[in-house]
């Protein structure tokens, strides 16, 4: 049989069969190149870091991931990022640090000492907690209550050193 003048056709497996005679030709696989196909992103925009403790660490893993970890970019092109993404007090602890290869790490470890010690972001957590306003006796003071604590308690789980479990018991 001459497959070249005969009709072929592949089914989802893969499978290529002479149509006209019925026969499988071969068991070749057919894949699709999944990484050949590109996918339009929307434009990631990295959250700016002003200062506020509770925000370092969603801070810190954008900008590790984006930045801090890419072996193509130089130290300069990092701090350049960096300090393009600080504002108020995170900016001021590093103002003065020259835009240089060497400053670039003394900043990370400045940062990090500044805002990314766990004792003083568990601490900023509970002291969230214990300056909650205290809810009035309707559906959104209570609804707004119990989210702004829920936040502050996923907070602290998320760091791994505290073993919060909130429980909320509704009596008819």
């Not at 590093?94 to 004792?119: D, V």
Request: with cysteine.
């Amino acid at each position: 049989m001459n497959i070249t003048n005969s009709a072929t056709t592949a089914d989802r497996s893969g499978n290529i069969t002479d149509s006209t005679s019925g026969r499988e030709v071969s068991n070749i696989s057919i894949q699709s190149n999944q990484s050949s196909q590109f996918h339009k992103l929307p434009k990631l925009t990295l959250p700016i870091f002003t200062g506020n403790i509770l925000e370092w660490q969603t801070f810190w893993d954008s900008f590790e991931s984006s930045f801090h970890n890419n072996e193509s970019l130089s130290d300069v092109q990092k701090f350049s990022y960096l300090r393009s993404l600080l504002s108020d007090d995170a900016a001021r602890v590093i103002e003065g640090f020259q835009l240089t290869h060497s400053n670039y790490m003394q900043a990370i470890e400045l940062l990090r000492e500044r805002f990314g010690q766990e004792h003083k972001i568990v601490n900023a957590y509970m002291q969230g907690l214990l300056e909650l306003k205290r809810p009035t006796c309707n559906i959104l003071s209570l609804r707004s209550f119990q989210e702004k604590m829920e936040s502050y308690i996923r907070g602290l789980q998320s760091l791994g050193s505290a073993k919060f479990r909130m429980e909320i018991f509704w009596f008819p």
